[in-house]
């Protein structure tokens, strides 16, 4: 199967068709459908409930978000891994055990994290909303976890409508319909709120095992279970350490500036990063496409054609960032005034985060390409070290210099581990993969 004729032939190659692709560009279209409405959601709670009550909204759920954040990272991607190969070979009781530990796992994860900030906001918790947000998303943190166990049997097993429908689709609208509904009957809260959020995953988490049984074949149901848990633990604390980075940034600053700042602060930090996030879609979309790309390429010992992606992804990815963070920085003199005279305060923010988002797709996408050629444990171990100093650095300026800091951290975070694995793209592959590498 091809793609249109009319098509320039860089996208008409075979592998922007066909299951690989179709499965790219619904993940696109559902990743498009998700973060527009968790936008509309953020302008509606930051119009209704002003900076202080989109805070306390944000810290709750980026707090449940980094409880869950092993299990969305590591056990995802392993057990979607494990479960390709066992359905191919017919290993039914590891493919059978591979969804057990990925549940088991995730709820224990989620659980020790949760114990963690339960600790954390006993002692160091000043402020009572913060406080009630945090412990109400420990209770949600282990529901996250399973869907991503759940999505990671799905996308294994090639159902990748069914592992993102109920994450980027049903959660997102059923939280937006339930906070509209609780504004209709004018009890809408931060805390409220906080409460759709979590009954919206809850019931994503409940379709994402209904689609999971569903699949299930009769041999695996009737066969026993095996549990590697050495090799499976240390496979999914790899993959996740390679990508933590990307997910902790956002979040954890959140609860390293709870200590310090108000509620209000973290507003308009949380609604600054969700303007500024949209100016990373352009390398999220193209690493859906170019990733099965460049595998397939490596795997039949095209080198140029490697190289020649390369050098085209990273160059797509720069100009779309460039315009993506162009137009978000200017949307967000105009937007942000609209949700009340607080929110003004959040347009550096917005510029700082964009402009350190356009600088770090300079270096292409070398993340991508490391998970593609197998070299994740180097991935892994830059990730583990930028986080490393990306907390040390808000902990020690962020209090001090208030949220300007931290998105200036965050901004450098993000091309510091962008820029280091780029240089480990060049010294693993012996190519260099930013946009000032020659094609080829």
């Not at 609208?173 to 919206?200: D, E, K, P, R």
Request: aromatic letters at 12%; a positive charge; hydrophobic letters at 60%.
């Amino acid at each position: 199967m091809r793609t249109a004729a009319f098509l320039p032939g860089f996208f008409r190659q075979s592998y922007f068709s066909g299951p690989i692709a179709r499965s790219a560009y619904t993940t696109i279209t559902l990743r498009i459908a998700s973060i527009g409405i968790g936008f509309v959601t953020t302008l509606f709670l930051a119009r209704v409930l002003g900076a202080q009550g989109v805070g306390v909204y944000a810290f709750g759920a980026g707090i449940a978000m980094m409880a869950a954040m092993f299990s969305r990272l590591g056990i995802q991607t392993q057990i979607s891994r494990d479960t390709a190969v066992y359905l191919n070979s017919g290993d039914w009781p590891r493919l059978k055990g591979a969804l057990w530990f990925g549940i088991i796992a995730s709820i224990v994860s989620a659980i020790a994290f949760g114990f963690l900030v339960i600790h954390y906001f006993l002692l160091a918790g000043n402020n009572s909303q913060l406080v009630a947000a945090g412990l109400l998303s420990v209770c949600l943190a282990p529901f996250l976890a399973i869907a991503a166990a759940f999505q990671g049997r799905l996308r294994g097993g090639m159902k990748n409508f069914y592992a993102y429908v109920p994450e980027l689709a049903v959660a997102p609208v059923a939280t937006l319909i339930m906070i509209a509904i609780l504004y209709s009957l004018n009890i809408l809260t931060a805390m409220t709120a906080l409460m759709a959020f979590a009954a919206g995953w809850v019931i994503a988490t409940l379709l994402s095992a209904f689609f999971v049984l569903q699949s299930e074949s009769a041999q695996m149901k009737s066969s026993s279970v095996r549990i590697e848990w050495k090799q499976w633990i240390k496979g999914s604390a790899t993959l996740a350490a390679a990508s933590i980075i990307t997910v902790a940034a956002g979040r954890i600053e959140l609860v390293a500036l709870s200590v310090t700042f108000g509620a209000a602060e973290l507003g308009l930090y949380a609604v600054a990063f969700r303007f500024a996030q949209f100016t990373t879609f352009p390398g999220f979309a193209l690493s859906s496409g170019f990733g099965p790309v460049i595998a397939a390429l490596h795997a039949q010992g095209d080198h140029h054609g490697v190289g020649r992606r390369i050098w085209l992804g990273a160059w797509m990815n720069f100009i779309g960032s460039l315009i993506a963070g162009a137009a978000i920085t200017g949307a967000s003199w105009i937007v942000l005034p609209l949700l009340g005279a607080e929110f003004i305060a959040a347009r550096p923010l917005v510029a700082t985060m964009c402009a350190g988002f356009v600088l770090q797709s300079l270096a292409g996408r070398p993340a991508d390409i490391l998970s593609m050629l197998n070299f994740a444990d180097a991935a892994a171990k830059a990730g583990c070290a930028v986080l490393a100093v990306y907390i040390i650095a808000i902990a020690a300026f962020a209090p001090a210099f208030g949220v300007v800091a931290a998105a200036i951290i965050t901004a450098s975070a993000y091309v510091a581990h962008n820029t280091i694995l780029a240089i480990i793209v060049s010294y693993k592959t012996g190519r260099r993969c930013d946009v000032f590498a020659k094609a080829g």
